[in-house]
C-alpha cells in the first residue's frame, strides 16, 4: 500500500510576512495587491484577520469593513518564491518523489522511506518546517493523493490527519461533496441540483448518471470519492508539458474603444512570442478572455490553418477574434491572450495554399531580430511604436492610431 503526503503550508504569503516582520505577529494582517493598479483584493490573510471574517479573494474596502484595524502589506512574490523552494528541500530528504500543487503544497511519497510509520514523518516533517523555517504546516496522510490533500485541509493549522484506507469512508463521507479536490463551484451546483450534498452521496450516484451530466469528469469525482485514484506522485525533476502560453492584465483603467484593446493585445503577446520562442514551441490557435466592468467575463479561441510563435502575428490574430466577437455594450476591465495548441518548432508543417509564405518568412526574420536584440540590450530596448503609448497609464480620452488595414482585418 502507498503512503501519501500532502503539505500545506498554512496562510503561506500572511506567515511569510509575519514570520519576516515580527511585529506583526497577533495582528490581523491580510496581503493584498495595488488599490492603485487596481488589483485591489485580499491574497492572502493570517489567522486573526479570518476571525474578523476576512476572505481570499475579496475587495481591499469590504475586508476593511469587517476589519477595521486590519494590517495591509504588500505581498513580496521573490520572498514567498524563497521559502517555497527551501521547503522542497525539507521534503527532498525524505523523498524524490515531490510534486507541487501550488507555491504552499506538495505531494510526498514516502512508500519507500526506510519503512517508518507515515504518520510519525508527517509530525516530523511539521516540526521541521516550524524550526527551520518558522513556517507551520497541515500535512494529510493517505493512501492516494486526493485523500492526502483532503486530510490536510480538514484540520489547520500545525496539523496532521491521517485517513485510512480501511475506515475513510466513516472518516470522510460525511464531508460536503465540495470538500473533495476538483469539486468546483460550477460542479457543485450541478451536484446540488441533485441533491449529492456530501462525499458520501457523490460515492453512491450511480456513475453513469455522473457521468451523463458531469461528462468523463464526473466519472473521475465517482472513483475519488471511492477512494479509487491510483495516480502517482511525480518526481521532483518532472516537468509538466506545457499546453498553452497566455498572459493578462487588469488596465488601470477601463478600456473603451478598439484602439485602446489592439494596444493592450499588442503588448500581452510581445511576453507570449517570447516565451514560445524560449520553450521551442509553436502554437495551432489563440484565444482571447474579456472581462468587462462588471466583471462578467467571455472568452474565445481559434484554430490556426498554420503555426506560430510571432508576437505580432498572435496580436494580429487576437485582435481580429476580438473584433468578430466582442459586443461593445460596456467598457473592459481585463484582458487575457493565450497561444493553444501547442506543437514544437521543429515539427514538419504541410504548407497551406492560402498562407503567405513569403510574408509568414519576412515576419519569422523581423521576430528574430527582434528577440536578439532584446536578448542582449534588454526587453525595453525595442518596440512597436504604438505602444509608446502605455495602455495601462493612458488616459482614456487619448486619441490612438492603429496599424494600417488592422480594422478591416478577418
Not at 511569510?16 to 490573510?45: D, F, Q, T, W
Not at 489567522?47 to 513580496?76: D, F, M, N, R
Not at 521547503?87 to 500543487?101: D, I, K, L, M
Not at 516550524?130 to 500545525?158: C, H, Q, R, W
Request: hydrophobic share 40%.
Amino acid at each position: 500500500m502507498r503512503n501519501i503526503l500532502h503539505s500545506d503550508m498554512n496562510n503561506f504569503y500572511a506567515s511569510v510576512e509575519c514570520m519576516l516582520n515580527p511585529s506583526l505577529k497577533g495582528k490581523p494582517v491580510a496581503v493584498c495587491g495595488s488599490v492603485e493598479e487596481r488589483h485591489g483584493i485580499v491574497l492572502a490573510k493570517n489567522y486573526p484577520a479570518k476571525a474578523y471574517g476576512v476572505q481570499t479573494g475579496e475587495a481591499v474596502w469590504q475586508a476593511q469593513q469587517k476589519c477595521t484595524g486590519l494590517v495591509i502589506v504588500s505581498p513580496h512574490f521573490d520572498e514567498y518564491i524563497k521559502y517555497s523552494k527551501l521547503a522542497r528541500e525539507v521534503y527532498g530528504h525524505y523523498t524524490n518523489q515531490v510534486e507541487p500543487y501550488g507555491m504552499d503544497e506538495c505531494w510526498l511519497d514516502i512508500s519507500e522511506y526506510n519503512g517508518k510509520n507515515p504518520e510519525a514523518v508527517a509530525y516530523e516533517i511539521k516540526e521541521t518546517m516550524k524550526e527551520e523555517l518558522g513556517l507551520t504546516v497541515s500535512v494529510g496522510v493517505s493512501y492516494n493523493k486526493i485523500f492526502a490533500k483532503l486530510g490536510s485541509d480538514m484540520k489547520k493549522p500545525d496539523a496532521v490527519t491521517v485517513i485510512p484506507k480501511e475506515s475513510f469512508k466513516e472518516k470522510i463521507w460525511r464531508l460536503p461533496a465540495s470538500d473533495l479536490l476538483f469539486v468546483g463551484r460550477a460542479t457543485k451546483r450541478t451536484l446540488d441540483r441533485f441533491c449529492i450534498r456530501t462525499i458520501g452521496d457523490l460515492a453512491n450516484t450511480a456513475p453513469e448518471f455522473l457521468k451523463s451530466h458531469l461528462g468523463i469528469h464526473g466519472l473521475k469525482l465517482w472513483q475519488y470519492a471511492n477512494g479509487l485514484d491510483n495516480s502517482p506522485v511525480m518526481y521532483e525533476d518532472y516537468r509538466p508539458v506545457v499546453k498553452s502560453v497566455g498572459h493578462g492584465t487588469t488596465t488601470k483603467a477601463d478600456l473603451t474603444s478598439n484602439e485602446e484593446v489592439w494596444i493592450t493585445i499588442l503588448e500581452l503577446s510581445q511576453d507570449i512570442g517570447h516565451r514560445l520562442k524560449k520553450l521551442g514551441m509553436n502554437c495551432m490557435g489563440i484565444s482571447i478572455c474579456i472581462r468587462n466592468e462588471d466583471l462578467m467575463h467571455k472568452e474565445w479561441q481559434q484554430k490556426l490553418n498554420f503555426a506560430t510563435q510571432s508576437p505580432f502575428v498572435i496580436a494580429k490574430l487576437a485582435y481580429a477574434l476580438f473584433l468578430q466577437k466582442y459586443v461593445w455594450n460596456k467598457n473592459i476591465r481585463s484582458v487575457t491572450v493565450r497561444a493553444i495548441n501547442l506543437i514544437s518548432d521543429s515539427a514538419p508543417m504541410q504548407l497551406d495554399l492560402f498562407v503567405d509564405q513569403d510574408s509568414m518568412t519576412r515576419q519569422t526574420k523581423i521576430d528574430n531580430c527582434i528577440e536578439s536584440l532584446r536578448a542582449r540590450f534588454g526587453s525595453e530596448i525595442i518596440k512597436n511604436a504604438v505602444l509608446l503609448k502605455n495602455v495601462w497609464m493612458m488616459n482614456n480620452q487619448a486619441k490612438l492610431t492603429m496599424p494600417t488595414g488592422m480594422a478591416n482585418m478577418r
